[in-house]
């Protein structure tokens, strides 16, 4: 299993001998964990270890098993699958029947990056005990301290995934260290998980080094504060979330640049388009996001180490995928914001055709094939008779060659939390400076702005959440602002009337029952915990 960091996480393999892939099966050998974490060196591939095991359960350990959209975005309006080659899992979600067999009902990989964060967080106090500092092998304060920073923030990130997928689930702190160690756990609450989320990332932040230029990959001072603010906005704490955003506002973007300097005074301060990637070159922040202003936590997928990046819906392989980009967003977003250029209307929205497909020819239908935004590409500036365009390096008019392509994996970047803040705002009453928020989103991209007198709290929220869907796409958020909102059933009802109508299925649409939000426990994680009981309605 080789990770973004070769070398040293051969280390951790040649180390680990195998690792904990659900939250009951046995820890690793007594004898191995005794002897390891005691230098620098096991440190580094420790950590290295951590973000592949993330990476790895993000991304998938195998073609289309990106967790990331079919937890974050599947079961929303964003996807639809594909008739021919659907299987029993898409079909479950595309109708909301999700039963325990469903593929993506399993939370094993992210229990398997806790339990190494859980080491992390136990051992690396330790290494000063056999290596003190000064000598060989020896791990300085401050990267003692910031490894025990980045797996705090990765627990709770982990953590942060399983509480708004599942609900309740066991909630374990300490890592497997004897053969005998207790394995099985009932589940806890969701407050209970998320509770340690926050004691979790403040610790992280507190013992993180403030104003720092951070790696694009790890977890900094801006991912934390991300991750929090996300957090209280899941919990509707919205004096709290905003603490939060202007913490991140404070932070340094991998180029070095301050995120908004002048958004951490008042609530609803600040806000420039020059915080943000400009529109013509948008795309830039998904092929090389160490060098935009606006990225704070990517994922890194590199080929060589890892193989193919083939990502359900986000990805062009030679083999068939499951889903397609869903309507009404498919037809529905190009025809959002048009203008004549001479006698040809077409969309000025310039991340219509950063993202996805809806012109160029191939050999079948481009809405089978169409999701091209993590890949590079040129814009072409529009004309006194034809619009702006986009044309991706790595395709031709059959098939692009995607497999040997290094894909970078958004999590957090600056445009999705300036519009969770702009959010955030309306919630508090103070409508202009929501509006100004969303209105930096749409100036980048070249759609109309709008005013504030134009809205009630709830369509201002309505607004800022389609916003979201478009600058989001593809980036596993939009069934979480569904759910976060309590707007699934209001969105998903009429396509899921649509959907059952269409095979003949009662009409029933997302029915009324919001335990539904939630994920069934998979077959294979009930079989290996005799402690835990399907959540219901499952």
Same mark, same amino acid.
């Given at each position: ?240 979330? /905003? ?6 506002? =404070?932070?340094?973007?991998? *180029?070095?640049?301050? $995120? +908004?300097? !002048?958004?951490? @005074? ?111 590409? /040129? ?6 008779? =034809?619009?702006?365009?986009? *044309?991706?390096?790595? $395709? +031709?008019? !059959?098939?692009? @060659? ?119 426990? =998979? ?16």
């Amino acid at each position: 299993m080789k990770k973004i960091f070769t070398i040293t996480f051969l280390s951790l393999l040649m180390a680990f001998g195998g690792c904990k892939k659900a939250i009951d099966e046995q820890p690793i050998s007594e004898g191995t964990l005794s002897t390891f974490l005691r230098s620098s060196l096991e440190a580094d591939a420790a950590l290295a270890g951590m973000y592949g095991e993330f990476q790895q359960t993000m991304m998938g350990d195998g073609q289309y098993q990106n967790r990331q959209m079919w937890w974050g975005e599947s079961r929303s309006d964003n996807w639809e699958r594909r008739d021919t080659y659907s299987v029993n899992s898409t079909d479950e979600i595309h109708l909301n029947g999700l039963t325990a067999l469903n593929t993506w009902a399993d939370w094993t990989f992210l229990y398997s990056t806790i339990s190494r964060a859980n080491l992390l967080i136990k051992k690396i106090p330790e290494v000063k005990n056999y290596a003190p500092i000064g000598t060989i092998g020896a791990l300085t304060q401050a990267k003692e301290a910031s490894y025990m920073a980045q797996s705090y923030a990765m627990r709770a990130l982990c953590y942060f995934w399983i509480a708004r997928v599942w609900g309740d689930a066991p909630l374990r702190l300490e890592p497997y260290e004897k053969l005998g160690d207790q394995a099985e756990q009932a589940k806890d609450p969701q407050a209970k998980i998320l509770d340690q989320c926050i004691k979790d990332l403040t610790t992280a932040y507190d013992l993180t080094l403030k104003n720092q230029t951070p790696v694009t990959w790890y977890l900094g001072e801006g991912a934390i504060c991300s991750i929090m603010a996300d957090l209280y906005m899941w919990r509707k704490d919205y004096a709290n979330a /905003n603490i939060w955003f202007k913490r991140l506002f =404070a932070a340094k973007a991998p *180029t070095g640049k301050v $995120y +908004n300097a !002048s958004g951490i @005074g008042a609530d609803g301060s600040g806000g420039a388009l020059t915080d943000l990637q400009p529109g013509t070159t948008w795309n830039t922040q998904f092929v090389n996001p160490a060098t935009s202003v606006e990225t704070i936590f990517y994922i890194n997928w590199d080929f060589l180490a890892n193989g193919c990046a083939c990502m359900a819906g986000t990805s062009r392989t030679d083999n068939e995928p499951f889903i397609r980009m869903a309507d009404p967003l498919w037809t529905d977003w190009p025809r959002k914001s048009v203008q004549l250029y001479g006698t040809v209307s077409a969309t000025t929205d310039l991340r219509v055709k950063q993202t996805y497909n809806i012109t160029s020819a191939t050999n079948q239908p481009i809405r089978d094939r169409s999701v091209w935004k993590l890949y590079a590409g /040129n814009y072409v500036a529009p004309t006194a008779t =034809a619009g702006y365009n986009f *044309t991706p390096t790595i $395709y +031709n008019s !059959s098939l692009p @060659g995607t497999r040997e392509t290094n894909v970078y994996a958004p999590m957090y970047r600056l445009s999705g939390m300036y519009l969770l803040y702009a959010e955030s705002l309306n919630k508090i009453g103070d409508r202009a400076n929501a509006v100004k928020y969303l209105n930096l989103i749409k100036a980048r991209a070249g759609v109309p702005q709008v005013v504030a007198t134009s809205f009630t709290e709830n369509t201002l929220e309505m607004e800022i959440l389609q916003e979201r869907q478009y600058e989001l796409f593809g980036e596993g958020v939009r069934w979480f602002d569904l759910v976060r909102t309590d707007r699934v059933k209001e969105v998903m009802d009429p396509i899921l009337i649509a959907r059952q109508s269409s095979r003949g299925n009662p009409a029933v649409g997302w029915g009324s029952d919001k335990r539904r939000y939630y994920w069934p426990l =998979a077959t294979r994680v009930l079989y290996s915990n005799s402690l835990l009981v399907q959540s219901q309605p499952y």
